[in-house]
Nanobody
Framework: QVQLVESGGGSVQAGGSLRLSCVASGDTSSNRCMGWFRQVPGKESAGVAI????????YYADSVKGRFTISQDNAKGTVYLQMNSLKPEDAGMYYC?????????????????????WGQGTQVTVSS
């Protein structure tokens, strides 16, 4: 069993920055994927970034490349999402997710179906 708790959301102006945190407890084994997703009302959840726990592998949605950085602190069981140069279209509820399947290669897909556990989300608002 895994519990995920997100924090760090808030309201910023366009061009600003936020850092989201996701603390995992329970099974925190390496070589699993953890990712961040954004949900806005009336739209499907969109994958933002993914990281392989215990490795350097990361993958980003095209819309956030060069602006967002996903990272991890394994000692703290935490995955971060540093969001810079925020745009109004980045706004939404951000969810952290974790897969339980052992990954031998890279985490290189933002399909939500590969994830088994989800946090409760943290809200990001970006004003223009």
């Amino acid at each position: 069993q895994v519990q995920l708790v997100e924090s760090g959301g808030g309201s910023v102006q366009a061009g600003g920055s936020l850092r989201l945190s996701c603390v995992a407890s329970g099974d925190t084994s390496s070589n699993r994927c953890m990712g961040w997703f954004r949900q806005v009302p009336g739209k499907e959840s969109a994958g933002v970034a993914i990281i392989k726990i215990g490795a350097l592998n990361t993958y980003y949605a095209d819309s956030v490349k060069g602006r967002f950085t996903i990272s991890q602190d394994n000692a703290k069981g935490t995955v971060y999402l540093q969001m810079n140069s925020l745009k109004p279209e980045d706004a939404g509820m951000y969810y952290c997710a974790r897969s339980t399947r052992l990954i031998s290669g890279n985490c290189d897909t933002l399909q939500p179906t590969i994830f088994d556990y989800w946090g409760q989300g943290t809200q990001v608002t970006v004003s223009s």
